[in-house]
């Protein structure tokens, strides 16, 4: 897969990780428009609170991202931070631009300082092999826990002209709602204000990355960055719709890729909330669905438990009465009006079977409505993470 126009990247190891490939770079030749959404977990690691204040200072413009795994870079005291500035400093000065228009991301361990002495030797190989066709190499250099990579694509047009949008992303673990949920990096070739970026960015996360949920956990690391390189050319006052459009449906495929990639996951449940009294209302019912141990191993079991589901619904905070709550698992009625419905155990077990299981929990209270992906439960998630660090 090719790169947006304006955009080259690389992936190699650096010698954080035993094996793997563990560093990688995003290099805009000529600069480009950035916009970025964080995590809101306090404990901030060190890449995260230096590309805030970096994107803030340098007015929404980014040159390169530099990336690593294995090593989060979190909670390292100002040791850590020293470290990521060291790799900052590097990459600039190989770069030939200011500091503030390199962008810092890791993941990996948690408590443990960057050995940036590794990253900053290995950066001028990691500047020598950059390409437009370096994505793959990219994405691979991203990986945690991750079983593959996680690309995607799609195109638009803009002002009479077709464009396109290339993402990015890891993650398996420590998913959930609260922006952002993993590691994600988004490069289009449209001419697009900072600000025009952000409010596109925005959209689109919330309907995809802020939707999902693996493990109830976020880090302190997440990040989805979006960088427009303006080779397009467009006019600044163009219709964005399409763009919009094609930017929600990569976020999305990003999205599903993370959950059905979930640590141990074998199936996604895909969950619609209807008629709830209100956004906050459809989404807390839908957020405690999604995260109950119970509902999530019962998924994995491919059992219609559907008992598990209401009871996570009752302690959601949603307002709602149990007299007009119906459920569904694809076209079989489970619930109806509070009640249980009359089907066949076997036609909604066939359902709880698939890949991909579609419930549908309707209030009964108003218009607001979301959806939600969520991924199941099972003892390989247990595995990989009791024995990550070792």
């Known amino acids: 897969m090719k790169l947006p126009k304006g955009f080259l990247a690389s992936g190699i190891r650096a010698g ?75 990459a600039a000065e190989l770069l030939h631009c200011p500091e503030d228009e390199i962008f810092l991301a890791s993941t990996g361990v948690i408590g443990v300082v960057l050995p940036d002495r590794k990253i900053r030797e290995a950066l001028p190989d990691a ?45 398996a673990g420590m998913i959930h709602p609260n922006m952002a949920t993993m590691l994600s990096f988004v490069m289009t070739d449209a001419a697009l204000s900072p600000a025009a970026l952000h409010t596109a960015l925005k959209s689109a996360v919330d309907r995809s990355f802020n939707s999902i949920s693996v493990d109830g956990d976020t880090s302190t690391n997440d990040t989805v960055l979006l960088l427009a390189s303006g080779k397009l050319g467009n006019r600044a006052n163009a219709n964005t719709s399409d763009f919009q459009r094609a930017l929600n449906e990569v976020c999305r495929a990003l999205a599903w890729m993370i959950v059905r990639d979930g640590e141990g996951a074998t199936r996604v449940m895909e969950l619609e909330v209807r008629g709830a009294r209100s956004e906050r209302d459809a989404k807390l019912a839908a957020h405690a669905v999604a995260t109950s141990p119970l509902v999530k191993t019962a998924l994995h079991g491919g059992d219609p438990n559907w008992g598990r589901i209401l009871a996570a619904l009752g302690r959601s905070g949603a307002r709602f009465s149990v007299r007009r709550v119906s459920l569904a698992a694809g076209s079989v009625t489970l619930v109806a009006n509070g009640a249980p419905a009359v089907y066949r155990e076997k036609d909604a077990a066939k359902v709880f079977a698939r890949e991909r299981v579609p419930i549908t929990l309707d209030l009964g209270s108003g218009a607001a409505s979301t959806v939600v992906l969520a991924s199941d439960l099972g003892h390989d998630y247990v595995s990989i993470n009791a024995d990550y660090r070792s």
Do not use: W, Y
């Open 16 to 90: 954080i990780r035993k094996k793997r490939p563990d560093l990688g770079l995003i290099l805009v030749p000529e600069g480009a428009s950035a916009a970025a959404v964080f995590t809101k977990n306090l404990f901030q690691a060190a890449p995260v609170v230096l590309s805030k204040a970096s994107i803030r200072k340098s007015g929404g413009r980014v040159k390169a991202v530099v990336v690593n795994a294995g090593c989060a870079n979190a909670v390292s005291g100002v040791e850590g931070t020293e470290a990521a500035k060291r790799v900052r400093t590097r």
């Open 127 to 171: 500047v020598a092999r950059l390409s437009s066709g370096g994505v793959d190499a990219l994405s691979h250099a991203m990986l945690t826990t991750d079983v593959g990579p996680k690309v995607a694509q799609a195109s638009f047009t803009i002002d009479g002209k077709r464009g396109r949008i290339v993402g990015v992303a890891k993650g």
